[in-house]
């Protein structure tokens, strides 16, 4: 027995050695010849860079997003009858126009990676030099591997793909970001080579992000962001914020390794800012919500694209702006501008501002973000009309969307220690604060029936620590 095992292990052993043989020949087949033949100057450079010695960096949490807990419940006032005060205010719905649809999968069927990215089929021909390449041996070595073998790839028409897909589906800078970790999903069975791919295509598209190495020898991509992310690990080199969007609200992952300078020319910051809406494929679903107020029923039935709520899901905790500042989709917002008109035609400013201020109170549940997600969650609009619940800064970027596109009227995001409201440009009677020396009118949107100018009694005598402009 003890014979037959031994013959048998070395039988074993020398098939094995073989096959690494064989694999180990071909990876040093693929490697090998790619040095000298870069495409571009700047990656013959960058490689030679990637050889010299890294240094050692230090990670912090960057601040939550509030100084204190927000609370778990929320006060309500004893209705009453709104003073009719202001001249009529007239909704008037503008027309869209129309923009392309999100590419079809007819237009695809000759490449060779093709994916799905919310609910479109894209597909790109990804030359096969780039599929063989690999993160080998796991040391900064690896990483100066992976990226000469890529470097000398025909990756020109990969990126040409990229940009007029992102162009055609007018995706922002976080869309091509989560556009091109699906492309190195696809592409790749581990989170290294995944990683590293996408370093490549963003440095080659501009975008200024570092690849590190963690003290257990995996790959961390460090991205710099215009504005600031939340409760995120991030690292100083030459000071200069970068995070670690992938660790978004997850632990500390202390000490990393990487280089001080950028890809030559990838100086572009990564920015939120969601000024157009995706062009995503179709899926439309319908939600009724309705409020009650002096015993009678009011209902709210709108649209909504299920594709685009899956995108606005994958945001980090960005600046308030950003959520603030995002258009609703259209149809949406052309069923719920119905709806409102509908109940508020001829009626005064007060009634009508008071009227959607009450819709948002009372059409969705108060639930604080740890408590539904487990985490801290700022929503989009769109997002806020999705879900069933929401909580203090959801209402409030719901409402000054609302107002803003409505009624034009200048509004601003109220910012305290431990909740968000809302204040207007409308020379009303009320409690107020005052913003770049003007006078605007509290109306807080978690106060269940607060009409305008009445605050939460905790927060009358208290400073805002800050307001987010509305556009």
Known sequence: MFNQFGRFSFVTALFLTSVYAGSFAEFKKVQTGSFNSFKDKKDSEFNKYLQQQWEEYSAYISTPLYKKKKPKTVPALHQKKVRSVGPNLVIKIKPF??????PQEKKIKADNTVFEFFGTSLGFDVDKKIKNANF?????????????????????????????????????????????????YTLFSTPDNEKLLSWFLLNKLGYRV????????HIVL???????????????LDNRKFYVISKYNKENIAKVYTYKNDYPEATKALDFTLKTLPVLAKKIQTKTVSFKEHGKVYTFSYRYNQNLIDFMKTYPQVEYKVFFNAPLEYETYKDIAGDIKKYTEKKKASEALDFVLHFVQKAFIYERDQEQFGREKV????????YEKSDCEDRAVLYARLVKDLFGIGIVGVQYKDHMSTALHVPMAGESVQVSGQRYVVADPTYINASLGQSIPKYRSVIPESFVYVK
């Open 97 to 102: 126009a129309e923009k392309k649809s999100a």
């Open 222 to 236: 460090l991205h710099s962001v215009k504005g600031k992310i939340y409760s995120t690990p991030n690292y100083t």
């Open 210 to 217: 570092r690849v590190a190495l963690s003290a257990d020898k």
């Open 379 to 386: 929503m989009f609009a769109e997002e806020t009309l999705y």
């Open 136 to 184: 080998y041996p796991r040391t900064q070595k690896g990483i100066e591997n992976f990226f000469s073998v890529v470097a000398t790839s025909d990756y020109d028409s990969l990126l040409y793909g990229i940009e007029s897909t992102c162009k055609e589906m007018h995706l922002n800078d976080w869309g091509v970001y989560l556009l091109i970790n699906r492309l190195s």
